[in-house]
């Protein structure tokens, strides 16, 4: 093998470890609404943006939200909460490009985070009792891509509560 094939194979190698920056800013959120799927554990979150955070990706991995329902926070790549909301997200067909919906699940997860389960609607007005909102942020992996996350919107728990019930 030649010296400037070693060369190519070894830059390729070190690239494919790289990962690239997001270009586009970090978007800001509205709260929309919160509906209940149906009689299931399963609720709509509807929420507009001020960009497209679903496009334009080369290779999408996946999309989500994320919300605390507890004091934790943290809502970086690897960390799981105690008790969270998660969901996927999809454009809102009945708005504009800008208007989106996250198929969502109350869960709490166990100690080491590697099985959850759904939250009954008792166990949520306890953790909601003493809160006005909760924060949510959109995150999305592409290919290559650092993970990309939205600023913080915040959710009325009334909302929430309403839709429980």
Same mark, same amino acid.
């Given at each position: 093998?030649?010296?400037?094939?070693?060369?190519?194979?070894?830059?390729?190698?070190?690239?494919?470890? =790289?990962?690239?920056?997001?270009?586009?800013?970090? +978007?800001?959120?509205?709260?929309?609404?919160?509906?209940?799927?149906?009689?299931?554990?399963?609720?709509?979150?509807?929420?507009?943006?001020?960009? !497209?955070?679903?496009?334009?990706y080369k290779?999408?991995?996946?999309?989500?939200?994320? =919300?605390?329902?507890?004091?934790?926070?943290?809502?970086?790549?690897?960390?799981?909460?105690?008790?969270?909301?998660?969901?996927?997200?999809?454009?809102?067909?009945?708005?504009?490009?800008?208007?989106?919906?996250?198929?969502?699940?109350?869960?709490?997860?166990?100690?080491?985070?590697?099985?959850?389960?759904?939250?009954?609607?008792?166990?949520?007005?306890?953790?909601l009792e003493?809160?006005?909102?909760?924060? =949510?942020?959109?995150? +999305?992996?592409?290919?290559?891509?650092?993970?990309?996350?939205? !600023?913080?919107?915040?959710?009325?728990?009334?909302?929430?509560?309403?839709?429980?019930?």
């Amino acid at each position: 093998m030649s010296i400037l094939k070693v060369y190519a194979v070894v830059l390729l190698v070190m690239l494919s470890g =790289c990962s690239f920056k997001q270009d586009k800013p970090p +978007a800001n959120l509205q709260f929309s609404k919160i509906e209940r799927v149906r009689k299931t554990v399963l609720y709509d979150l509807y929420f507009s943006s001020d960009v !497209n955070i679903l496009g334009p990706y080369k290779s999408l991995v996946g999309v989500r939200l994320i =919300c605390a329902l507890g004091d934790d926070q943290d809502f970086s790549t690897g960390h799981r909460m105690k008790w969270f909301i998660k969901g996927s997200v999809s454009q809102d067909r009945s708005g504009t490009d800008l208007d989106f919906v996250s198929r969502i699940t109350f869960s709490e997860s166990d100690v080491n985070g590697s099985s959850e389960r759904d939250l009954t609607a008792v166990e949520l007005r306890e953790l909601l009792e003493k809160k006005t909102e909760i924060p =949510c942020r959109f995150l +999305a992996d592409a290919t290559m891509m650092d993970t990309y996350y939205s !600023n913080t919107m915040y959710v009325p728990v009334e909302s929430i509560v309403r839709a429980v019930d």
